[in-house]
């Protein structure tokens, strides 16, 4: 099976300008989180759908930023305008729904955005 | 508030040594805990998790300790490979929720 899939890898924009991140989750997991990469705060939970619905978007930093999922095979993450402190790696992934389990989520890998 | 804490941001250790990496939290509430490995420019990948009715868990080379009482846990790696060289994250899990709450990450040397 294909793993969480995420494009761009790398994405090099100005200050101002919209920035659209994609992803697609493995097939049959029904919950989605995008994740934020920084030196300063690691790893941080921006937010999060069940069964495309979001669920908690309190990590979302500012009305700048905003994630849809129209499907279960696919979810944006969109920054406008996009500003340098949102530089960053932004991660994907994905798990089956809660119950018994560790909770293991599978990552995708990242997509390296740059705001000059 | 970070409810996770990974206060060494780095560690160096030598081939065949043991490496231990430290992680603190502040709920109560977590109910599993996990590490999970990172190599640069790839995705973080699961490493070993842990209950929190359990206070050790072994897989292979790598054992996760776990004290309630203290709030804390431990990623013992015995013994220490080159290959081991990443970062790794400690994560925790909410009894109510599903999202896993991270750490900043320890950033582990092993030297040959």
């Known amino acids: 099976d294909a793993g969480v899939i995420q494009s761009p890898r790398h994405e090099v924009t100005e200050m101002g300008q919209e920035v659209t991140l994609r992803c697609k989750p493995i097939s049959g997991h029904d919950y989605l989180f995008w994740y934020r990469q920084t030196m300063m705060r690691g790893l941080e939970l921006l937010i999060y759908f069940n069964n495309n619905v979001p669920i908690d978007d309190s990590g979302m930093p500012e009305d700048r930023f905003s994630a849809k999922m129209p499907n279960a095979s696919f979810s944006t993450l969109k920054i406008q305008p996009s500003e340098p402190r949102d530089s960053a790696v932004y991660f994907c992934?994905?798990?089956?729904?809660?119950?018994?389990?560790?909770?293991?989520?599978?990552f995708g890998e990242g997509s390296r955005l740059t705001v000059l | 508030d970070q409810q996770v804490k990974q206060n060494s941001p780095s560690l160096s250790v030598q081939e065949g040594r043991i490496s231990i990496l430290n992680c603190d939290y502040t709920?109560?509430?977590?109910?599993?805990f996990l590490w999970y490995k990172k190599y640069p420019a790839e995705g973080p990948t699961f490493l070993i998790s842990i209950s929190s009715i359990k206070d050790k868990n072994e897989d292979g080379r790598f054992t996760v300790f776990l004290n309630k009482s203290a709030k804390h846990l431990s990623l013992h790696i015995v013994p220490s490979q080159p290959g081991d060289s990443a970062v790794y994250f400690c994560?925790?899990?909410?009894?109510?929720?599903?999202?896993?709450?991270f750490g900043k990450g320890t950033t582990l040397s092993v030297s040959s």
């Open positions: 992934a994905s798990r089956r729904g809660t119950g018994a389990g560790t909770g293991e989520l599978f």
């Open positions: 994560a925790a899990r909410h009894q109510a929720g599903t999202a896993l709450i």
């Open positions: 709920n109560s509430m977590f109910d599993y």
